[in-house]
């Protein structure tokens, strides 16, 4: 059965951003960026820190912080477990030295490998114009299954996805009958959904979770309209090229698809 329900903003986070910010007063004016994160580990409350600094309390899963402007710079990311003494605590994923470049328009999603341990992975929003009447199309694979085919009324457009890579295309603004299934088979393992291309924008779809707790899919919404960034070297994404300053998060909702497994293939959800 598919289920619609919407993605929160997480309370407190923006604050928190907002104290990380002004701590680098000498880069707040003419060195930001605008980041989002997204929480795509399934079962599982978190904790985040940026550079020592706690930033989200109690983070639940399928919610997105953001989007928050930061001083372009470095950043180290850590994660624990709800409620947990950060003193004593161990670590549950980590990302040190997370470059998010001024201009760019970044999200950072805190998901599971193909085996399904914890990850962070950043990834930057390609912005660039598109023609008119059309819409880019970006596809985020950061769930616990093997490679995927991705379809859009019955097509295969991108084929081959591995955790944690994208993919972008450019089509036709509207509604996309798509569905994900296991790389090479006709097998579904996501939908079919309705996803709406937004003309002039990036739609960005994550296809996420674990067989044991279900796949859902999360739908991000970029304004474009110029050019994107050079990519986070910090991160293990495939990342947008190109120079340039992005247009703001405008939307995000989450499409619940619970139940659906790539071809019967049980990859357990690391705990953190």
Do not use: C
């Not at 081959?160 to 996309?176: I, R």
Request: glycine share 12%.
């Amino acid at each position: 059965m598919n289920k619609t329900r919407p993605i929160a903003l997480t309370a407190g986070a923006t604050g928190a951003f907002a104290l990380l910010f002004a701590a680098t007063p000498a880069l707040a004016d003419s060195h930001t960026a605008t980041v989002s994160v997204l929480h795509a580990i399934p079962e599982t409350p978190v904790d985040v820190y940026a550079n020592g600094e706690e930033l989200i309390a109690d983070f639940m899963p399928g919610t997105l912080a953001g989007p928050l402007t930061l001083p372009g710079g470095e950043y180290d990311l850590t994660v624990y477990p709800a409620g947990a003494d950060p003193e004593t605590a161990e670590v549950a994923v980590s990302l040190d030295d997370v470059e998010i470049p001024a201009g760019a328009d970044a999200t950072v999603v805190a998901h599971l490998t193909e085996a399904g341990a914890p990850e962070l992975t950043p990834f930057v929003n390609d912005t660039s114009a598109v023609p008119a009447g059309e819409g880019r199309l970006t596809v985020r694979h950061v769930a616990a299954a093997p490679a995927v085919d991705v379809r859009a009324g019955g097509e295969v457009i991108i084929d081959g996805l591995v955790n944690p890579n994208e993919e972008s295309v450019t089509v036709p603004a509207g509604s996309v009958s798509a569905d994900v299934v296991v790389a090479g088979t006709d097998t579904v393992a996501i939908g079919p959904a309705d996803v709406t291309v937004a003309e002039g924008a990036n739609t960005i779809v994550y296809a996420w979770g674990s067989a044991d707790a279900g796949y859902e899919l999360a739908t991000q919404t970029v304004q474009a309209g110029a050019s994107a960034p050079t990519g986070v070297p910090g991160g293990s994404a495939g990342l947008a090229a190109d120079e340039g300053m992005p247009a703001p998060l405008v939307g995000l909702t989450v499409a619940g698809l619970a139940g659906a497994a790539f071809a019967g293939r049980k990859y357990a959800t690391s705990r953190v």
